[in-house]
């Protein structure tokens, strides 16, 4: 089984910075790609950043220059450094994994979600 869990959100005023993280565990054999999502009351749930084996981390437009994705590959960890927080950014946070799994022996490509934490953008 894999797990993903998340941490980090909370209440913070306009203006200031927060850090998700999201540590996966379990039966990994690799990570293919890890992001972040985010889900606003009555709409959907939309990509934020995405960052993969290879390749620069991508944005949504909405918070490219004050967001920042990373990950520590020894500890299956990805990071979301949150900075210039707007009102519009609250919502719940979740995190996302492309995984590559082992079990019985196989390797399978499967997908997992975090729990969500919720960011709160309030004065």
């Known amino acids: 089984q894999v797990q993903l869990v998340e941490s980090g959100g909370g209440l913070v005023q306009p203006g200031g910075s927060l850090r998700l993280s999201c540590a996966a565990s379990?039966?990994?054999?690799?990570?293919?790609?890890m992001s972040w999502y985010r889900q606003a009351p009555g709409k959907q749930r939309d990509l934020v950043a995405t960052?993969?084996?290879?390749?620069?981390?991508n944005y949504a437009d909405s918070v490219k220059g004050r967001f920042a994705i990373s990950r520590d590959n020894a500890k299956g960890t990805v990071y979301l450094q949150m900075n210039s927080l707007k009102p519009e950014d609250t919502a719940v946070y979740y995190c996302?994994?492309?995984?590559?799994?082992?079990?019985?022996?196989?390797?399978?490509?499967?997908?997992?979600w975090g729990q969500g934490t919720q960011v709160t953008v309030s004065s």
């Open positions: 996302h994994a492309d995984l590559i799994v082992v079990g019985l022996g196989q390797q399978r490509r499967r997908d997992y």
């Open positions: 960052i993969t084996s290879g390749g620069p981390p």
């Open positions: 379990g039966s990994i054999f690799s990570i293919n790609a």
